[in-house]
């Protein structure tokens, strides 16, 4: 499985996952079958408030999960639309959140929320959308 974590800078493992799936400039995938590891920048990062394209974001690189801190509606339901899983971060760094998410501590997000990140990146507005 390969699964997406947007970062707040790439680290590798011991990057920190970001509070904001279209904010990030990076994501980090890893494919937990064979532990290989892909740095991604965010094609998507100056989208217009709400208007989040997620494959455009990830660059057209394949993915079956996301873990984030925080998502907007129409970022997670363009990735829910096309069958990748959203789930909410349980810790600070992807390797932490990886070790949860293989040993099955993980909960899908049904809804979208944005963490402190999001508001503090200037966007100036409550993270409603």
């Not at 532990?35 to 660059?59: E, K, M, S, V, Y």
């Not at 984030?68 to 363009?78: E, T």
């Not at 829910?80 to 040993?103: D, M, P, S």
Request: contains cysteine; negative net charge; glycine residues 12%.
């Amino acid at each position: 499985m390969k699964i997406c974590f947007p970062v707040v800078a790439e680290e590798g493992l011991e990057s920190r996952v970001y509070d904001h799936f279209g904010s990030a400039r990076q994501f980090v995938v890893v494919d937990s079958e064979s532990g290989t590891l892909t740095t991604i920048d965010n094609r998507d990062l100056g989208h217009q408030h709400g208007a989040c394209n997620p494959a455009r974001a990830l660059d057209g690189h394949a993915v079956d999960a996301v873990v984030v801190g925080g998502i907007g509606a129409g970022a997670m339901m363009k990735l829910q639309q096309v069958g990748i899983q959203v789930f909410r971060a349980q810790a600070a760094t992807v390797k932490e959140n990886l070790e949860l998410f293989k040993n099955g501590a993980f909960n899908r997000t049904l809804t979208p929320s944005c963490g402190g990140q999001h508001h503090q990146q200037g966007h100036g507005h409550s993270c409603h959308h």
